[in-house]
């Protein structure tokens, strides 16, 4: 059931510290230096590899773009993301050194599974990030690791989101150890910082309510945007696909520094702007996209861990530090901002129109 909570969709939203915490368990030693974390393929195959080709869709896909800057930046190796429909196999010089690495919570996304078959005939390994045992990925691919997130019956994904990424960083730190990538100082950052994200989770949901009363506020928005630079360019367009999904609403995340290249001409002062502005997300930059479009009086909404960072921002909601992590602990924040725009406009939540929680056509 859920739990007392009028939504599965919040009832998992509040999961997230546990799930984040199952995710981690018996994955990092007890000196917390190292990362165990049972990979089938051999050590020799993951230190020669070349390129990693990451094939998802939606959320899933979001969680690629963001392994893709944890991979290409501590792991040393060239990261290639795809929607899963549009995939086409091109590692075609020595296949057998791309690794194609299937995210899909469920397991049985046909877009996803179709594109794996594609590059196994090629010859690719292939991973699988998974939430479901016994899944049809599972089956097809060399080796898979479990998010653990448990069952996730909202359509929209909200805890598994988080869980494929904070598994994603533990495969980085396992790579990056294995290809001598990571110096002892950044593998402690790593680690702490996921060790950090449960308590910054919590934290993030103990502020409900400050972000419950500016959903309410901005509710009536003709449309809303999320802007990011780095990891918060992933975070900002899962954002704004959460958004639409439940609230039915126009939503759309740009990388910050395209906005000045075209999306500008939608900025108004009823489209508030929501900015994400943590660690790993290069804020400084950020911040003179908040000088623009507030100067054409858009809201500002700013996710940060310093709530003094920008005079121009009308709210801030204040994310714990967590080092690399900081951009996941603001996407629960505005997981919690989707869902109360669309409570307060009694859409049905876990059961958006025209939507199905696995898409097993293409
Ligand atoms: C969004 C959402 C979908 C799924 C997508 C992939 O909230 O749930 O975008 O992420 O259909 O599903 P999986 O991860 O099961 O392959």
């Known amino acids: ?14 999961e997230q510290p546990r799930a984040l915490r199952q995710a981690i368990s018996g994955r990092i030693d ?13 050590e020799e195959y993951l230190h020669s590899l070349e390129e990693i080709q990451i094939i998802a869709c939606g959320t899933s896909y979001h969680a690629g773009l963001y392994a893709k800057e944890l991979l ?4 040393d190796i060239r990261v290639t993301v795809h929607i899963a429909s549009e995939y086409e196999f091109t590692g075609d010089r020595d296949p057998w050194r791309t690794l194609v690495l299937a995210i899909t919570q469920s397991g049985e996304t046909a877009d996803t599974l179709s594109a794996l ?3 196994n005939r090629a010859g690719a390994r292939s991973l699988a990030l998974t939430n479901t045992l016994g899944s049809t990925v599972t089956r097809e691919v060399d080796d898979t690791i479990f998010i653990r997130a448990g069952p996730e019956i909202g359509v929209a994904a909200t805890k598994t989101f988080v869980s494929q990424v904070a598994t994603a960083t533990l495969l980085t730190v396992h790579l990056g150890m294995i290809r001598g990538s990571l110096t002892g100082q950044t593998v402690d950052a790593l680690l702490n910082s996921i060790q950090d994200l449960p308590g910054a989770v919590q934290q993030i949901l103990d502020q409900e309510s400050t972000i419950k009363r500016a959903a309410q506020q901005y509710a009536d928005s003709d449309a809303f945007f999320y802007i990011g630079r780095q990891a918060g360019y992933p975070v900002a ?3 704004a696909l959460k958004l639409k999904e439940i609230a039915y609403d126009h939503a759309e995340g740009f990388p910050a520094g395209e906005l000045k290249h075209g999306p500008l001409a939608l900025v108004t002062p009823d489209t508030p702007v929501i900015a994400l502005l943590t660690a790993g997300t290069n804020a400084e930059k950020t911040q003179h996209n908040i000088t623009e479009v507030a100067s054409r009086g858009a809201p500002t909404i700013g996710l940060t861990g310093s709530p003094d960072v920008d005079p121009d921002l009308d709210l801030t909601f204040e994310i714990p530090e967590c080092g690399l992590m900081e951009p996941v602990a603001a996407n629960v924040a505005l997981q919690l901002f989707a869902y109360h725009v669309a409570n307060e406009k009694e859409r049905p939540i876990d059961k958006p129109r025209n939507l199905a929680k696995s898409v097993t056509v293409e």
């Open 117 to 119: 078959r594609e590059a």
């Open 72 to 75: 290409e930046t501590h792991a």
């Open 30 to 42: 007890d000196l917390g230096t190292e990362v165990e974390l049972d990979v089938g393929l051999p």
């Open 237 to 239: 367009i899962e954002s």
């Open 1 to 14: 059931g859920k739990s007392g909570y009028d939504h599965y969709m919040l009832k998992e939203i509040h």
